[in-house]
């Protein structure tokens, strides 16, 4: 991955992780699976990536968790908070703005319209 798709990541990472969680609690490897999917293999979070950043989510409270023994295997299972799904609806909003921004901006990039020049 070249730098500037990892610093895109970095950023949006966050973001990408309340939204795997917006449809119902998951344990780490369903999360990580479903970032692998949804992004059609673009979104590969490491355990050493993905562990932090759940912490760290539910330090700042948007999104906590519990165990779970169910199955004969204890896992950790995370959810959003309301503070969460707060976040994550102003954060795809913003994103939504932004895409919508570069797509202006790139248009010129990509070359000439394929409709025809006013006479």
Do not use: N
């Given at each position: 991955?070249?730098?500037?798709?990892?610093?895109?990541?970095?950023g949006?990472?966050?973001?990408?992780?309340?939204?795997?969680?917006?449809?119902?609690?998951?344990?780490?490897?369903?999360?990580q699976?479903?970032?692998?999917?949804?992004?059609?293999?673009?979104?590969?979070?490491?355990?050493?990536?993905?562990?932090?950043?759940?912490?760290?989510?539910?330090?700042?409270?948007?999104?906590?968790?519990?165990?779970?023994?169910?199955?004969?295997?204890?896992?950790?299972?995370?959810?959003?908070?309301?503070?969460?799904?707060?976040?994550?609806?102003?954060?795809?909003?913003?994103?939504?703005?932004?895409?919508?921004?570069?797509?202006?901006?790139?248009?010129?990039?990509?070359?000439?319209?394929?409709?025809?020049?006013?006479?």
């Amino acid at each position: 991955m070249e730098k500037f798709e990892r610093e895109l990541l970095r950023g949006s990472l966050d973001t990408i992780v309340l939204s795997v969680l917006a449809d119902g609690p998951k344990y780490g490897y369903l999360i990580q699976k479903q970032l692998r999917e949804a992004s059609h293999g673009q979104v590969q979070a490491q355990a050493g990536t993905l562990y932090p950043l759940l912490h760290r989510l539910e330090a700042d409270k948007l999104i906590r968790s519990k165990w779970d023994d169910a199955g004969g295997r204890r896992r950790k299972w995370y959810e959003l908070t309301s503070s969460g799904r707060k976040r994550l609806s102003a954060q795809a909003l913003a994103w939504r703005r932004y895409a919508e921004c570069m797509a202006r901006f790139l248009e010129a990039a990509e070359g000439p319209a394929t409709s025809p020049a006013p006479a």
